[in-house]
Antibody
Framework: QVQLVQSGAEVKKPGASVKISCQAS????????LHWVRQAPGQGLEWMGI????????TYAQTFQGRLTITRDTSTSTLYMELSSLRSDDTAVYFC??????????????WGQGTLVTVSS | AVQMTQSPSSLSASVGDRVTITCRAS??????LGWYQQKQGKAPKLLIY???TLHSGVPSRFSGSGSGTDFTLTISSLQPEDFATYYC?????????FGQGTRVEIK
């Protein structure tokens, strides 16, 4: 069965960087685009970016331009999200999610369990 | 970016009630909209995609409708396990954008 398993919680100081992982299994890794979504405490969901695991090209939300890097390692079927210049308002749970499409409509049927990143001095 | 305006932000309802949540897009997004349910501390779960298609395994009391800019999620008879927060998500163009969420609470 399809699984997305994320790395564990992180605590970082303001100005630092964090890199979290999402290991995929149960399907052909290059075949499905993968996204990152985050959720600050008590807040709603925020789309961050997407990567094509086959070619490696990524697109980012304007909010994160210059601070966010999404990469993948096809040899281990692992997705990565690195966020730099961390601020306190980057404290959030970060989710990876697989994009499934039937023609034009796409959706997230599979999600990772979430990784809490806490930014605190 | 497409703005998704979801309402209400919260509602109180009783078991057995019919519940309706709406999302309005700032521009035409065709039927490229999904609905997700999220419970505390968990990842969201897909309920509806393509505005009205029920995802596999989702109870038939959930339904979606709409196209263009106006969309609705309906729960025909609220069950105890349905108390959660619901989000719409437009996937018509990047950046994908979520509604602000609707928290469904027990009356």
């Amino acid at each position: 069965q399809v699984q997305l398993v994320q790395s564990g919680a992180e605590v970082k100081k303001p100005g630092a960087s964090v890199k979290i992982s999402c290991q995929a299994s149960g399907y052909a890794f290059p075949a499905y685009y993968l996204h990152w979504v985050r959720q600050a405490p008590g807040q709603g969901l925020e789309w961050m970016g997407i990567i094509n695991p086959s070619g490696g090209s990524a697109t980012y939300a304007q909010t994160f331009q210059g601070r966010l890097t999404i990469t993948r390692d096809t040899s281990t079927s692992t997705l990565y999200m690195e966020l730099s210049s961390l601020r306190s308002d980057d404290t959030a749970v970060y989710f990876c999610a697989r994009r499934d499409c039937i023609g034009s409509p796409c959706y997230f049927a599979y999600w990772g369990q979430g990784t809490l990143v806490t930014v605190s001095s | 970016a497409v703005q998704m305006t979801q309402s209400p932000s919260s509602l109180s309802a009783s078991v057995g009630d019919r519940v309706t949540i709406t999302c309005r897009a700032s521009q035409d997004i065709r039927n490229d909209l999904g609905w997700y349910q999220q419970k505390q501390g968990k990842a969201p779960k897909l309920l509806i995609y393509a505005a009205s298609t029920l995802h596999s395994g989702v109870p038939s009391r959930f339904s979606g409708s709409g196209s263009g800019t106006d969309f609705t999620l309906t729960i025909s008879s609220l069950q105890p396990e349905d108390f959660a927060t619901y989000y719409c998500l437009q996937d018509d163009n990047y950046p994908w954008t979520f509604g602000q969420g609707t928290r469904v609470e027990i009356k």
